[in-house]
């Protein structure tokens, strides 16, 4: 069974930072992206960031642009999600998950949450002014 457990989030301050750790298990990862997202209450699930493991080709919501960096440990089948200058807005339920692979060009095409397949629980991550 394919399966993903999430770890890391917690509780910082304004400015501080978080790695979360997605541990993934039961599928071929080279045939998919990993994806992370977030889900604040009362808002919709959105994407934050995807990786795929062929080429390793990276997608950023702009949001998150250089703040966040995606990676993934090949040996430990395990995607991260450094997490940097945070703020309050970063607040919610981080996911992750895996999904097509597309690309435009050398681009990755991030196709949007009803694309993904298989979701983890879920980590908190809290974000104080």
């Known amino acids: 069974d394919v399966q993903f457990v999430e770890s890391g989030g917690g509780l910082v301050q304004t400015g501080g930072s978080l790695t979360l750790s997605c541990a993934a298990s039961g599928f071929i990862f080279d045939d998919f992206v990993i994806g992370w997202f977030r889900q604040a209450p009362g808002k919709e699930r959105e994407g934050v960031a995807c990786?795929?493991?062929?080429?390793?080709?990276?997608y950023y919501a702009d949001s998150v642009k250089g703040r966040f960096t995606i990676s993934y440990d090949n040996a430990k089948n395990t995607v991260f999600l450094q997490m940097n200058s945070l703020n309050p807005e970063d607040t919610g339920v981080y996911f992750c998950a895996n999904g097509p692979s597309e690309y435009h060009g050398h681009s990755l095409v991030y196709t949007g949450p009803a694309t993904f397949l298989s979701w983890g629980q879920g980590t908190q991550v809290t974000v104080s002014s």
């Open positions: 990786i795929s493991k062929i080429g390793g080709y990276t």
